[in-house]
């Protein structure tokens, strides 16, 4: 039996980065599952679909093969055989991503494809949905938040680093948007599930983070 480690939160709370630190200190594979749902969107918005057309979303995300492979320990999509990392993390593939996993059938499609990751790796996986849908038995559950504020000052940081000019109010009325979006649809909604650890990072750095899930593994 593989060893599962499911991390859920909200955007920004620091998932990826915690779950990757985790994932290679356990010598676990990680699976980044939003890069997933990115790579569905960014397949949508070069297809020019609505994304508020249900109908329109179902028919064209069949056309959309998502595989993933491991380079030097690092996750690459590849989208129809292409790989995709570069132009996943913008905002407009996020908020893309955030609209269009609502579709049944995107997660359906996409759920099956890391359940059968996790049934043959050692994972650390991290999404919205993991601890409460794709992996319900999983060893260890974390649900990983921190306040918007703390949220949106990390985003603002790391885009002034790269150059960027930004809002930090607008950054963080973003934040608050796609949480709710993520908390309220009907599917595999965004909670934490009733097993999880909830870890508030808002005042903690990344190791001690890292720390704390750590000795929960043991
Ligand atoms: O974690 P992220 O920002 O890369 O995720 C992008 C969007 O994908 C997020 O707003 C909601 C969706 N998502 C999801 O519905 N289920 C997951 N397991 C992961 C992401």
């Known amino acids: 039996m593989s060893y599962q480690i499911a ?10 980065t915690i779950a990757k630190k985790v994932a290679k200190t356990k010598g676990f594979i990680y699976v980044d599952t939003g890069a997933m749902y990115r790579a569905m969107a960014y397949y949508l918005l070069t297809e020019k679909v609505n994304p508020e057309n249900a109908k329109e979303i179902e028919d064209k995300c069949q056309g959309a093969d998502i595989t993933i492979q491991y380079v ?16 996943l993390r913008t905002e407009e593939v996020g908020n893309m991503a955030s609209t269009t996993s609502k579709n049944p059938k995107v997660r359906e499609r996409l759920t099956q494809l890391q359940k059968e990751l996790a049934a043959k790796n050692d994972v650390v996986m991290d999404g919205r949905d993991i601890g409460t ?8 559950k974390i649900y990983l938040t921190a306040s918007s504020a703390v949220r949106a000052k990390r985003r603002f940081d790391e885009l002034t680093a790269k150059g960027e000019s930004c809002d930090i109010k607008k950054i963080e009325e973003d ?26 990072s808002s005042y903690m750095t990344i190791e001690e983070v890292v720390q704390k899930i750590l000795s929960l593994c043991k």
């Open 175 to 200: 934040i608050v948007k796609r949480d709710q979006q993520d908390m309220s649809r009907e599917i595999a909604p965004l909670k934490q599930a009733e097993d999880a650890h909830l870890v508030d």
């Open 7 to 16: 991390i859920d939160g909200p955007a920004g709370a620091g998932k990826s």
């Open 72 to 87: 030097d320990g690092e996750q690459v999509v590849l989208l129809n055989g292409a790989n995709v990392n570069g132009v």
């Open 133 to 140: 849908c794709v992996l319900p038995n999983a060893d260890v």
